[in-house]
Nanobody, 120 residues
Framework: QVQLVESGGGLVQPGGSLRLSCAAS????????MGWYRQAPGKQRELVAV???????NYAESVKGRFTISRDNAKNTVYLQMNSLKPEDTAVYYC??????????????WGQGTQVTVSS
């Protein structure tokens, strides 16, 4: 099994910054895409950013220029640097990993979620 542990959420004022981390552990053979999603109250979960194995990235239009996704393959960890935060960024942020385990079964894995609240 593959486990994901997220950290870094919290309360921040508008214009502030936060850095989320998500570390994958367990019976990992290979990790492919790594990404972050978010879900605000009453809304559907949406993609925030994704980084593929080769390092290419893709962002939601609403976060382009403010958020940066990166990964450390040696640590099986993905990061989300969030700058210039706005109240509309308030949501539970979920880490998502496309990984292959030791039995070569490939699947989608989710973190438990971390709350980000942007408020004055």
């Amino acid at each position: 099994q593959v486990q994901l542990v997220e950290s870094g959420g919290g309360l921040v004022q508008p214009g502030g910054s936060l850095r989320l981390s998500c570390a994958a552990s367990g019976s990992i053979f290979r990790i492919y895409d790594m990404g972050w999603y978010r879900q605000a109250p009453g809304k559907q979960r949406e993609l925030v950013a994704v980084i593929i194995t080769g390092g290419s990235t893709n962002y939601a239009e609403s976060v382009k220029g403010r958020f940066t996704i990166s990964r450390d393959n040696a640590k099986n960890t993905v990061y989300l640097q969030m700058n210039s935060l706005k109240p509309e960024d308030t949501a539970v942020y979920y880490c998502n990993v496309d990984a292959q385990n030791f039995y070569l079964r490939r699947g989608d894995y989710w973190g438990q979620g971390t709350q980000v609240t942007v408020s004055s």
